[in-house]
């Protein structure tokens, strides 16, 4: 069967379109078919020249019912929804269509308090720090803020996508031909996490091959998991 995984969020400039292509990059690497579906009507569609997934406009509502319903006919697709920041009424609606919804944010304790109500608003949401800080000073107090403001929720949030300036070459219109390694291994580790949860396997993989991969790629090794933060929960 199909998936619908929807990002979304009240807050804006927590980097929703950006996570869409970084997930849906990363599913392409672990050999799972995946179409990134845009809904922001103040973005542009992009091609799907040189990327491992596909992609779809549903800036209307007619287009993305149609989008979704062609998803739920494929088998094994993912299908990741862009929704754009500030859109309550439009969240509400893709919260009903989707398997699992990802609420990003930044650092700020605007950010933190904002997806908290989120995340009591949807109650089969996973918070998601996005573009998280890599200096080691900045990433500790973020991370204390998450434990202060979000540790009820401990088990509801996913671990940082790292601060990468490389992601925006998703999000252009024709994509390099050799993206950085450590795009990719940010982009497969979003993936995994997202599909720990929907309890599905890496498509390509065989038992002890994906670590095997990740060490030959150059992917660091599993770390400790920063206070406020939880194993990737299951439904």
Not at 9 to 34: D, F, Y
Not at 124 to 153: C, F, K, M
């Amino acid at each position: 069967m199909s998936r619908i995984i929807c990002i979304i969020g009240n807050k804006g400039g927590t980097g929703k379109t950006t996570l869409s292509h970084m997930l849906c990059q990363g599913l392409g690497l672990l050999g799972h078919r995946s179409a990134c579906v845009l809904t922001d009507t103040s973005r542009e569609p992009l091609t799907p020249d040189g990327r491992r997934y596909v992609t779809a406009d549903a800036r209307t509502p007619e287009a993305l019912h149609k989008v979704v319903s062609k998803l739920r006919t494929m088998q094994g697709w993912i299908g990741v929804i862009d929704g754009g920041g500030n859109r309550t009424e439009v969240d509400r609606t893709l919260n009903g269509l989707a398997d699992i919804v990802l609420l990003p944010f930044r650092e700020s304790h605007e950010d933190l308090r904002t997806v908290l109500r989120d995340l009591q608003d949807f109650s089969h949401a996973y918070g998601l720090p996005s573009q998280w800080p890599t200096n080691a000073w900045a990433r500790d107090a973020a991370d204390r803020s998450v434990a202060q403001i979000l540790g009820e929720q401990k088990h509801r949030l996913l671990l940082p996508v790292p601060s990468l300036s490389a992601s925006k070459q998703l999000l252009q219109k024709s994509i390099p031909e050799g993206l950085p390694s450590n795009l990719g291994n940010a982009c497969r580790a979003l993936a995994r996490q997202v599909l720990d949860i929907l309890e599905v396997g890496d498509a390509a993989s065989t038992p002890g091959a994906s670590r095997e991969r990740n060490e030959a790629a150059g992917s660091p090794p599993p770390t400790v998991l920063p206070e406020g933060y939880a194993s990737t929960a299951r439904h």
